[in-house]
């Protein structure tokens, strides 16, 4: 029976293919866990994980996969009764419970030591350079941050203030964070807060808020991603309460789903904030 | 072809002060208060005052407009609460006969009787209250000549009770009161001239969600305005939640509170407990034919000094063939509970007195003690004093006589010298 349960995650893969979900890395083990797994598909730039799956093997498998890049969703299902024996069942749920105990501990081992490297990194870089490609052609004020040869740190913090990851730029705008480390609920913010129920924006990226600083005066945190901005914003809300938040939302107009406009208004109404989004020239 | 954009984009094309002004014209994504077409609808101005109080002559104001005990009340609602089977739709029924009839049947004056009476079951058949009435009649030995046409029976296969819905929900969660239907239903009573209106259950009557308070008050006063438009008292049957072990009350009514504060009176229904039903030396066996009505909440009349008990009888109704028995149906009538104090003379409780004047130190108050006064007065009355039911009794007729003052509790050092509590000989009697 076992056997099926392989085949099942076989026909899975091959499914994926067939749809254009092509993966560069083997996944069949992570698969089995049962969680959502993201992976690096042919044609996905270096570092880049757009493909992701998830699979629940019982007695009848489904599953659903897709890639960012390519706006790919689709659900699975195996076609046929795998009939497991309670035995079966019983080894297979203890087998999902392991590996996702064991995946938990590696997530958060793997998210330390991200950590750990981000301060490490952040310690031994040099204050960033005025000239560099970024800053000058994103106009921003090189203080905030830090430079590691040719890529501009941008550290990112969560509530209590540690840094838990380092985002880097290149010079031509490509952005990193660190392997392994933990994205969700951390910031970066520009500017100081003042006064007691002042207005404070949200946003994506450390550009666009730069740009809102420069122009408003706002203090202006970074979510990093459409994806955090949520996080982010329940944050925030609940330490400070009295701030008028404006979540400032990028305009994905040029995709499927218009995520950065959904992700915006959507902590917005969750946080009873404000919504903007840019407007473009007539 | 569209392409991404954020404030730095904005920027750098139309300058910081666009940005500026696109945060300050932000607004939150939720939606925003409705419009005109509510503003429409206000009245110009609010106006409210508070009315200064000015003297009349007492005897002026109009009476409350009791028609049966203090139970039903012109313009007002009164409940029904009880659990199942516990006699509630018999009880209904025969109220509804002693209205229609003006007589005071079971035990509780009609004001002004006869009425006009409409009984809407929308539980049962109608051919099952028909039978109910019936057995009733023969009970009570009644003709449709007493009834004189003023009866109105309506069950839950009548024509016009699937209509009874007096508010719907809504597919948002939220309800809608049927102001057509209290509409006509105003007008049905009006055309027959109907004084009182017994709806059974209260739960039939809508189809909103029984926990929701506030659809249920909007329910509760959609009944009392039909009511006060028909100058008609109306009765609502209502089922208790499932027992806990404890007498219902009132409050003990299934779901929201708002119907039972709506009501002016409310009746609960309790079937004889095994404990009742030995104190007054019952059988086991007939215990379930016994059940006592109260009024737990009349917050408008005067309290009722004891419940009211009722027990079933069995009638047959002569409806027997060959081919079957005829039906026997169940109709109530009173009952006097046993007075506690049956039997026990003046005489009698002069010898308590000097029994327990005679012997102070066996009249200890609580019946735990081997020495409790109770077996003093068990004594003179020649009763077992270790029978539960007499002790129950005896307990009782010691309460009243040191309420009374004929008896009274002490402090006094026992032989162990501590302090305990003794029954004394308060107010002599006088023979």
Redesign the interface.
């Given at each position: 029976m076992t056997g099926d349960w392989h085949t099942a995650v076989a026909d899975f893969i091959g499914a994926m293919e067939l749809e254009g979900v092509k993966p560069a890395e083997p996944i069949a083990q992570r698969l089995a866990g049962g969680e959502l797994i993201r992976f690096h598909c042919e044609g996905d730039g270096k570092g880049r994980q757009n493909g992701w799956a998830i699979l629940y093997l019982d007695d009848r498998p489904a599953g659903a996969f897709g890639n960012y890049r390519l706006g790919i969703s689709r659900k699975w299902h195996v076609d046929r009764d795998l009939s497991l024996s309670p035995e079966e069942k019983r080894r297979l749920q203890q087998e999902w419970a392991e590996a996702k105990a064991k995946r938990q501990e590696e997530r958060d081992r793997s998210e330390a030591e991200a950590a750990r490297d981000a301060q490490d990194m952040w310690r031994s870089a040099a204050d960033a350079s005025p000239d560099h490609p970024y800053l000058v052609k994103?106009?921003m004020d090189a203080r905030p941050f830090r430079q590691a040869g040719a890529k501009l740190l941008v550290p990112m913090y969560d509530g209590a203030g540690i840094m838990l990851n380092i985002q880097r730029i290149d010079g031509d705008g490509t952005k990193r964070f660190l392997r392994g480390g933990r994205t969700d609920g951390l910031f970066f913010l520009i500017g100081q807060f003042a006064r007691y129920g002042e207005?404070a924006?949200i946003?994506?990226?450390v550009?666009?808020?730069?740009?809102?600083h420069?122009?408003?005066g706002?203090p202006s945190i970074v979510a990093f991603s459409a994806k955090n901005i949520g996080a982010v914003a329940r944050l925030w809300n609940a330490a400070r309460p009295d701030l008028n938040y404006?979540i400032?939302g990028?305009?994905?107009?040029?995709?499927p789903r218009n995520i950065?406009r959904e992700a915006g208004?959507a902590a917005?109404?969750e946080i009873?904030?404000?919504?903007?989004?840019?407007?473009?020239?007539a | 072809?569209?392409?991404?954009?954020?404030?730095?984009?904005?920027?750098?094309?139309?300058g910081?002060?666009?940005?500026?002004a696109?945060?300050d014209?932000?607004?939150?994504?939720?939606p925003e208060t409705p419009p005109d077409q509510y503003e429409m609808e206000k009245p110009a101005k609010m106006a409210i005052s508070a009315t200064p109080f000015t003297w009349r002559d007492p005897a002026t104001i109009p009476r409350r407009q009791f028609l049966y005990g203090y139970e039903l009340r012109r313009k007002q609602l009164s409940s029904v609460i009880a659990p199942g089977a516990a006699g509630k739709t018999t009880y209904k029924v025969g109220r509804a006969i002693c209205m229609a009839t003006g007589r005071n049947l079971l035990n509780t004056r009609v004001w002004n009787g006869p009425h006009r009476v409409w009984l809407w079951n929308l539980e049962d058949e109608m051919e099952e209250v028909e039978k109910t009435v019936h057995a009733f009649l023969k009970a009570w030995d009644l003709t449709m000549d007493d009834l004189g046409g003023r009866l109105f029976i309506d069950g839950v296969d009548s024509p016009s009770s699937p209509v009874l819905k007096l508010a719907i929900e809504d597919r948002s969660g939220g309800f809608t009161l049927q102001r057509p239907v209290s509409g006509a239903l105003i007008e049905a009573i009006r055309e027959r001239e109907i004084d009182y209106l017994d709806i059974d259950p209260f739960v039939s009557s809508h189809s909103v969600d029984e926990n929701n308070n506030g659809a249920i008050d909007a329910v509760s006063k959609e009944w009392v305005r039909i009511a006060h438009e028909t100058n008609c008292a109306v009765s609502l049957a209502h089922h208790v939640r499932k027992p806990n072990g404890s007498e219902p009350s009132a409050f003990d009514a299934r779901g929201a509170v708002a119907m039972i504060n709506a009501a002016r009176s409310c009746l609960v229904f309790q079937k004889m407990t095994r404990e009742v039903a030995e104190e007054f030396r019952i059988p086991e066996c007939d215990r379930k034919r016994f059940f006592s009505v109260y009024d737990d909440k009349n917050n408008k009349a005067p309290a009722p000094s004891s419940a009211n008990w009722f027990q079933f009888i069995g009638v047959g109704l002569g409806n027997g063939d060959d081919t079957g028995p005829e039906d026997n149906i169940g109709a109530i009538e009173c009952w006097e509970a046993p007075d506690t104090f049956a039997g026990v003379t003046a005489r009698q409780l002069y010898h308590i007195q000097q029994q327990i004047e005679a012997a102070p130190k066996e009249a200890r108050k609580h019946s735990a003690s081997t020495l409790w006064v109770g077996k003093l007065v068990a004594k003179v009355l020649d009763v077992d004093p270790h029978d539960d039911a007499e002790k129950r009794r005896i307990g009782k007729m010691i309460s009243v006589w040191i309420r009374e003052g004929a008896l009274r509790v002490v402090e006094r050092k026992t032989s162990h010298d501590q302090m305990k509590e003794f029954v004394e000989v308060g107010r002599w009697l006088q023979l």
């Open positions: 994103k106009r207005t924006c946003g994506e990226g550009a666009t808020m730069a740009a809102i420069r122009s408003t706002y404006i400032c990028d305009d994905d107009d040029h995709l950065g208004e917005a109404y009873g904030a404000r919504f903007a989004l840019p407007e473009r020239a | 072809m569209s392409v991404a954009r954020d404030f730095d984009d904005m920027e750098r094309e139309m910081g002060d666009a940005v500026r696109a945060l014209a932000a607004r939150w994504p939720g």
